[in-house]
């Protein structure tokens, strides 16, 4: 009997898909946006328009699990993933992990926030000029050589992961030099055999039309643009 297929994806904002606003958003909502609080029904819009669920059908896939989380870091991906789907049994499928890195300049912590120790993951940026940012940031001596270690370490967990449960793996930094120097110091054989930047597109025409105003990511026409070229890569890489 054949498996049905399960697409799951980890990765920031990106993932999540920030930037389905669609073209009804008022002002009082951007503002709102702006200030970092995202009305819920943009998140299903997120959930809906995103490049998971459009490449999701583009596979004809079964099931689809999007971990996306806007601000999220390497390590919080992991985090998310262990304490939600690490112990689940997906026997059952066969199941692609597609993992957006994040930016390496973002770590994470856990945060517990009462007595019955209900967990929440807290992932912050470096260079958020936080006391606690500065902290870390004096005590390593090269952040961004550090942020691309540690981002390798979680690379080589993950992978034994996917190994372990016969899922298959592709790993996708959001940034062609990202890329390269992620691949000089682990050429990991999961990396997307093509890379590139998530924000940029072939013309400055097309750049309007692919990015959403209100936040800088991609809009629908961006993130079905990249769906696309993912899927195309995935099926060139299949028939090599």
């Not at 967990?119 to 001596?141: A, P």
């Not at 961004?144 to 930094?173: D, H, T």
């Not at 959001?174 to 120097?181: H, N, R």
């Not at 013309?203 to 105003?213: D, T």
Request: overall charge neutral; aromatic content about 14%; proline content about 4%.
């Amino acid at each position: 009997m054949e498996k049905k297929k399960l697409l799951i994806t980890l990765g920031c904002s990106f993932t999540e898909g920030l930037g389905c606003y669609g073209d009804d958003i008022t002002k009082e909502e951007i503002k709102s946006v702006k200030k970092g609080i995202i009305p819920e029904k943009y998140k299903k819009r997120f959930q809906e328009y995103g490049w998971p669920k459009i490449l999701y059908n583009l596979l004809n896939y079964d099931e689809l699990i999007n971990l996306g989380k806007m601000g999220g870091s390497t390590s919080g991906n992991l985090k998310n993933f262990s304490e939600s789907y690490l112990d689940k049994d997906f026997s059952d499928y066969e199941v692609l992990v597609i993992w957006q890195l994040p930016p390496t300049s973002r770590v994470s912590f856990y945060v517990y926030r009462d007595w019955k120790r209900d967990y929440i993951v807290n992932d912050i940026l470096l260079q958020d000029g936080t006391k606690l940012s500065e902290e870390i940031t004096n005590r390593v001596v090269h952040p961004y050589e550090a942020g691309l270690r540690e981002q390798v370490f979680y690379i080589k967990m993950f992978e034994q992961v996917c190994e372990n449960n016969n899922w298959n793996l592709i790993l996708l930094p959001t940034a062609i030099e990202t890329y390269k120097k992620l691949n000089k110091l682990y050429p990991s054989k999961y990396f997307l055999s093509e890379s590139f930047d998530w924000n940029e597109f072939p013309n400055q025409k097309e750049q309007k039309e692919h990015v959403s105003p209100v936040c800088h990511h991609p809009n629908e026409k961006g993130y079905n643009y990249i769906a696309n070229k993912i899927y195309k890569i995935i099926e060139k890489d299949e028939k090599n």
